[in-house]
């Protein structure tokens, strides 16, 4: 069985990260917001593709065509900016695990839209946007409890959910 590596985010690396996250303006754009950490991650491939980063889909955002999510869609509002901003200058070099799942919980508040409906599990009055690979349907996911299903209601067994881009979101008639 092979060992999976585990990588520490360089110190360096980090240090600069939250420099450039400092510097940004109070209203930075979600674009520019989400041009900064992608820069970031696709810098230093071989520390997002290693753990803890993998396990959070890190290295996956590397290959993220951020010109096609809905990003102008999403509900992260400048309040998240703030907070995003405090939390990452908080953030010690060694604590790589809750770095890399504080990162990756950015990116899809970033990219992912909300949807007015309810989750048949926690009655949640929102759910999130995918795309299913395999079924190619709009699929839905509960950030509370982590309910999925499609958009037809059937269960999401065993099938990859991609990030609904934004032309798809207009075809479905989720956003104009």
């Not at 349907?137 to 509370?144: G, H």
């Amino acid at each position: 069985m092979k060992k999976t590596q585990t990588h520490r985010i360089p110190t360096a690396l980090w240090t600069e990260f939250q420099a450039s996250v400092i510097a940004l303006d109070d209203n930075p754009g979600r674009r520019e917001l989400l041009a900064l950490i992608l820069e970031w991650i696709r810098k230093s491939p071989k520390i997002f593709d290693a753990e803890p980063f993998a396990s959070y889909g890190l290295g996956n955002f590397a290959k993220l065509h951020e010109d096609e999510m809905p990003v102008e869609h999403s509900a992260f509002v400048m309040d998240d900016v703030k907070h995003f901003k405090e939390t990452v200058s908080r953030y010690d070099a060694r604590k790589s695990d809750s770095i890399a799942r504080f990162i990756r919980d950015t990116l899809e508040d970033l990219i992912t839209i909300e949807v007015d409906r309810q989750c048949p599990n926690c009655r949640s009055d929102f759910m999130l946007a995918f795309t299913g690979r395999q079924k190619m349907s709009l699929a839905f996911v509960c950030k509370i409890c982590g309910h999925s299903h499609y958009s037809d209601g059937s269960p999401i067994v065993a099938d990859t959910l991609d990030y609904a881009s934004t032309e798809y979101l207009r075809q479905a008639g989720l956003i104009q």
